[in-house]
């Protein structure tokens, strides 16, 4: 039976209703029925063919939370009836040494959700099971799809550099993976500051966990936080004053990037020899990071403060996220 969704024709062009007829479900696969979908940064991107990689007709939507209708018949870790979320990653070949040491989100033979495949703004979607993840009862799903992309994106570099309680973690940008990077950096005892272009998200940024707020577009402010962050996360997609960013890092301190700016970063080596700093990237997580990180937004009530639309105004919702609107992601719904 087809499965009806929303897709791309060509670059840059509005979504329009298409219906695609799967492949036959695989004996490790499950059919999920999608009942929310959010809208990442990474879809508008994927649609207008940034990064060269979209493939047409393309059915973005990578934060998936649905119900499992039917499971292959080598599925034994999921049944119909439950409910699962699924997001960027798709599959990977679980043998090499990257999928053996649990960082199967490195894997060279890794597949995304809505690359070459058609993804979740849809009604069904059929998806390798064990990239469907199981969602604990205390996650309601217009809050807990966000945290498939946007929340694993930030979680897992916050984890792999060994955030520990007694450190201080900047957050740039407080969109919708700032405002989750918040929520994180605070449940795990960390001093969070919230570094944002947006004066008037500082109040929301407080109440997301942050204990001080840095207008980024104000340099005397940006100047007066040096030598202040244990670790810098960045989820910014804009070009912001990288050498200045560094500045605001403690000794040994490090700047992640997790959002993808447009331009190149030009900074003088001796930014980060002095002080002995670093500067890295991460890329969303591996499997076992993002039951881990289900399961620690359950127990500390980890929630995107979502915008829910109906499935069918999937265009208006792809606007507010290209205005950057979204307070604080935007979701669609086909409940
Ligand atoms: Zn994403
Ligand atoms: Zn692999």
């Not at 940034?50 to 973005?60: A, T």
Request: charge should be neutral.
């Amino acid at each position: 039976m087809s499965i009806h969704c929303y897709a791309a024709r060509g670059p840059r062009r509005p979504l329009a209703p298409f219906q695609y007829r799967p492949a036959p479900l695989g004996a490790r696969e499950v059919e999920v029925a999608i009942t929310h979908c959010g809208i990442c940064h990474s879809d508008v991107h994927l649609i207008n063919d940034d990064w060269g990689i979209s493939h047409y007709p393309l059915v973005p939507g990578h934060e998936i939370v649905g119900v499992v209708s039917k499971a292959g018949a080598e599925v034994d870790s999921l049944k119909a009836g439950d409910r699962v979320g699924i997001g960027w990653q798709r599959s990977s070949c679980g043998v090499c040494e990257w999928c053996l040491s649990g960082s199967d989100n490195l894997c060279p033979d890794s597949e995304a959700i809505c690359v070459g495949h058609h993804g979740g703004f849809a009604e069904r979607i059929r998806c390798d099971s064990r990239y469907c993840f199981p969602l604990p009862a205390a996650l309601g799903s217009e809050n807990a799809a966000p945290l498939l992309c946007a929340g694993i994106t930030v979680y897992s570099p916050l984890r792999h550099h060994g955030i520990t309680a007694n450190m201080k973690v900047g957050v740039v940008g407080i969109g919708g993976l700032g405002h989750l990077a918040l929520q994180f950096a605070r449940a795990m005892g960390c001093e969070v500051t919230a570094f944002s272009s947006s004066p008037a998200k500082k109040e929301e940024a407080l109440a997301f966990g942050a204990g001080r707020f840095v207008p980024v577009s104000d340099p005397k402010a940006l100047r007066r936080a040096a030598g202040s962050q244990d670790f810098i996360l960045s989820t910014v997609c804009a070009d912001i004053d990288w050498a200045e960013l560094l500045e605001a890092l403690r000794p040994n301190g490090k700047l992640c990037l997790v959002g993808v700016s447009p331009g190149d970063i030009r900074i003088s080596p001796d930014a980060l020899i002095a002080g002995q700093k670093s500067l890295c990237g991460s890329m969303i997580g591996g499997r076992a990071r993002m039951g881990e990180m289900l399961e620690f937004s359950a127990r500390h009530g980890i929630q995107a403060k979502t915008e829910v639309l109906p499935m069918a105004r999937v265009n208006d919702a792809i606007r507010k996220v290209e205005r950057n609107q979204a307070r604080y992601r935007m979701l669609l719904s086909n409940i």
